[in-house]
């Protein structure tokens, strides 16, 4: 079996003495190439590059940015070097989680430890053990566990910013940016997006929409974070939006989604389950955020469920 590892040498969790166990014991399965991203979007030609390859599994070292970047390069690749895109089976994808938070990886039950993942995944294809999961996409972009429009990506945004300025990624960071975002950098009296479905009308007036392709949508620390508890692989996208920003009902909303069982309701909630596809309109431009990246702003955004995209080794 011929199989690449992608690397993200900046993997928070992760470092040359683990990478160089994990290529041994992976060589001791496959046929084994490493490559390292060197630049934000290489994962996505390293991706492309696989398929071209013929390459049977991908697996990556790195976080959900690093994920994304590999299944989108997956997704898209073309049948040659100046041809159209292929139907035709792509590599199996195995996650060794080295990042800070891991969504993708914990989603599909992998352990949080690099060298416990790293076991199953071997365990996996010796039994040949693998699952179909589903993707959700974003315009022409894929995202494998959540995406947001507004609050949440502004939270992103500045989580990002901070980290640029040499700050580590942390629970106390991400509650930090959503109240410092929530209370001075957010327009809260005049919700501008517009929810769209074909052959619905049109939801208006939402301050804010978390959308996710499986449950949790993130995590903080051990703690699962779940607006839609009933989202999954298996089905289409589930989504979240709240009407209005006010801080009491903001604070019930919260404190409803952060608790163990999750299941947010209100007056100045909408939730809405297993959808095909979507778009999200907006007055004035959002931050957006695809797997917990800023992608920037954006004043309307497709969003469509592809069901059983990938065969993932778990």
Known sequence: MRAVLVVNPKATTTSERSR???????????DLTVEYTRRRGHGVALGQAAVLQGVDLVV????????????????????????????????????VPGGSTNVF????????????SAG????????????????????????????????????????????????????ALYLTATMQQFLVGTERRDPAIALERPGEDAIEDLATVLIQNTAPWTFLGERAV????????????????????????????????????????GKQVLRLHDLDEFSLVARRPQAFQLDGDYLGE????????VPAALRVIC
């Open 20 to 30: 160089d166990i994990l290529v041994r014991a992976l060589r001791s399965e496959v």
């Open 298 to 305: 954006r004043d309307k955004v497709r969003f469509t469920s």
């Open 120 to 171: 199953v995944i071997l365990e996996a294809l010796r039994e040949g053990r693998s699952r179909t999961v589903g993707l959700g996409r974003a315009d022409d972009r894929y995202f494998t566990f959540c995406a947001g429009f507004g609050l949440d990506a502004a939270v992103v945004r500045r989580v990002e910013r901070a980290r640029h300025r040499g700050r580590r990624s942390s629970p």
């Open 60 to 95: 990556t070292l790195g976080g959900d940015g690093t994920v994304n970047e590999v299944v989108n390069g997956l997704m898209t690749a073309p049948e040659s070097a100046d041809g159209p895109t292929r139907p035709r089976p792509l590599p199996r994808l195995a996650v």
């Open 226 to 265: 779940n607006p839609n508890p009933e989202a999954s692989f298996d089905r289409g996208l589930d989504l979240l939006a709240l009407r209005r920003l006010r801080v009491p009902s903001t604070t019930r909303t919260v404190t409803q989604i952060l608790s163990r069982h999750a299941d947010p309701r």
């Open 105 to 116: 990886a914990r989603a599909l039950g992998m352990p949080r430890e690099w060298s416990e």
